[in-house]
């Protein structure tokens, strides 16, 4: 391979990596609206499916909203039955969030299309290719986990 077909494929890898992140973005943004929720709204319940609970200060945190609008973003979650409030046993004063037990499944029905479509376009991969593929986005995940720390840090 010469270095112009090397350069080639570099710039159109990454293309299709920006590519693919708008429009992740995108279907993110169009589920968000067909739920009748906003992205940060979807955002918390990812988180939470993640990590199984956490405080409305952790959840501020993750999203960026302000104690206030965490906590209407919480009382709409909570209203729609998607989370609840747990006193925590750490803390007397404080309160964990959580998904809402049947909540996993009313989301899942959300994405079922998606993984489907999934499934099918990630079986016409060999072992081989699946390797490379898995490598790909690792790499790609740990390199905007790292930027983004170096941004927050600023």
Same mark, same amino acid.
């Given at each position: 391979?010469?270095?112009?077909?090397?350069?080639?494929?570099k710039k159109r890898a990454l293309m299709a990596v920006r590519d693919y992140g708008v429009n992740l973005t995108? /279907?993110?943004?169009?589920?968000?609206?067909? #739920?009748? /929720? $906003? #992205?940060?709204?979807?955002?918390? !319940?990812?988180?939470?499916?993640?990590?199984?609970? #956490?405080? *409305?200060?952790e959840l501020a945190r993750h999203t960026g909203l302000t104690s206030g609008a965490t906590t209407a973003m919480?009382?709409? !979650?909570?209203? %729609?039955? !998607?989370?609840?409030?747990? *006193?925590? *046993? $750490?803390?007397?004063?404080?309160?964990?969030?959580? *998904?809402?037990?049947?909540?996993?499944? +009313?989301? #899942?029905?959300? /994405?079922?299309? %998606?993984?489907? %479509?999934? @499934?099918? !376009?990630?079986? $016409?991969?060999?072992?081989?290719?699946?390797? =490379? =593929?898995? @490598?790909?986005?690792?790499? /790609? %995940?740990?390199?905007?986990? @790292?930027?983004?720390? +170096?941004?927050?840090?600023?």
């Amino acid at each position: 391979m010469n270095n112009t077909t090397k350069t080639e494929l570099k710039k159109r890898a990454l293309m299709a990596v920006r590519d693919y992140g708008v429009n992740l973005t995108h /279907f993110r943004n169009a589920m968000s609206e067909w #739920a009748g /929720f $906003n #992205a940060t709204d979807m955002e918390c !319940l990812r988180l939470l499916f993640l990590k199984g609970t #956490a405080t *409305p200060t952790e959840l501020a945190r993750h999203t960026g909203l302000t104690s206030g609008a965490t906590t209407a973003m919480l009382d709409r !979650l909570e209203k %729609a039955g !998607l989370i609840e409030r747990r *006193p925590n *046993p $750490n803390d007397r004063r404080g309160t964990l969030v959580a *998904p809402e037990k049947s909540s996993s499944e +009313k989301m #899942a029905s959300w /994405f079922e299309s %998606a993984r489907n %479509a999934q @499934d099918k !376009l990630i079986s $016409n991969y060999s072992e081989s290719e699946l390797e =490379i =593929i898995a @490598d790909v986005f690792e790499r /790609f %995940a740990k390199l905007w986990d @790292d930027e983004r720390k +170096k941004v927050q840090k600023e």
